[in-house]
């Protein structure tokens, strides 16, 4: 079975600066995506950046990139001049490519609540 | 274009009650998938349906089932409640494919007293 996980429970990061965010990922499937997730108090789930695991190139989102490494099952999110607005509880999730059949199941990590301060 | 839609918002239950959750996908959506999030446990997939079918189906017990309409809309019951079943529940909608976004609701918050 596919399982992630995150980590750090809790990051915290000064306005402007530089924070990344770890998650680990354990799949012997070869074809999946990954994504990250926010969860601001409002509770809406937004996706942040997503990478599909046949892309070797990292994805960039504006302030968002991610460094996947893929032999080392290893996916982490950077949020580069952090605002304000970025304090939220972010997921780690995985998508397996089902052959045979399509699958929309997310496989999510515990999360890392992130604060930003002023 | 509006977004995913779950009602109602809050429920508080007793235990042994049943209840139903509904959400409306964004139009033209055909696939829904259905989490619950717990401080316990997280977020866990329940199930997900695609075109009136069930797709797909997480590791819970016989008494949280769902349905999907023919307009894509899709309801979630869960009988005998118990108090573990308390929890955020969300619903998330794309049009069916992996590749693409899965747009989440604001989600339900049940109660079960």
């Known amino acids: 079975a596919q399982t992630v996980t995150q980590s750090q429970p809790e990051m915290s990061v000064q306005e402007a600066e530089t924070v990344t965010l770890s998650c680990t990922y354990d799949?012997?499937?070869?074809?999946?995506?990954l994504f990250w997730y926010k969860q601001p108090p409002s509770r809406q789930m937004i996706l942040v950046i997503r990478?599909?695991?046949?892309?070797?190139q990292n994805a960039t989102e504006n302030r968002f990139s991610v460094n996947f490494q893929k032999a080392a099952k290893s996916f982490s999110l950077k949020i580069s001049d952090s605002q304000l607005g970025d304090a939220a509880m972010y997921f780690c999730a995985y998508q397996g490519v089902r052959y045979g059949g399509a699958t929309n199941k997310l496989i999510f990590g515990t999360g890392t609540l992130l604060a930003v301060q002023p | 274009k509006a977004g995913v839609t779950q009602t109602p918002r809050y429920l508080i239950k007793t235990r042994g009650q049943q209840v139903t959750l509904s959400c409306s996908p964004i139009s033209g959506h055909r696939s829904v998938s259905w989490y619950q999030q717990t401080p316990g446990q997280g977020l866990q997939f329940l199930f997900e349906y695609f075109s009136e079918t069930q797709r797909n189906k997480g590791n819970f017990p016989g008494r949280f089932s769902g349905r999907q309409f023919s307009n894509s809309r899709s309801e979630m019951n869960v009988s005998t409640l118990e108090l573990g079943d308390s929890a955020l529940y969300l619903c998330?909608?794309?049009?069916?494919?992996?590749?693409?976004?899965?747009?989440f609701g604001p989600g339900t918050r049940l109660l079960v007293l």
């Open positions: 990478q599909e695991a046949y892309k070797q």
């Open positions: 799949t012997s499937e070869s074809d999946y995506y």
């Open positions: 998330a909608s794309n049009f069916g494919r992996p590749q693409e976004t899965q747009y």
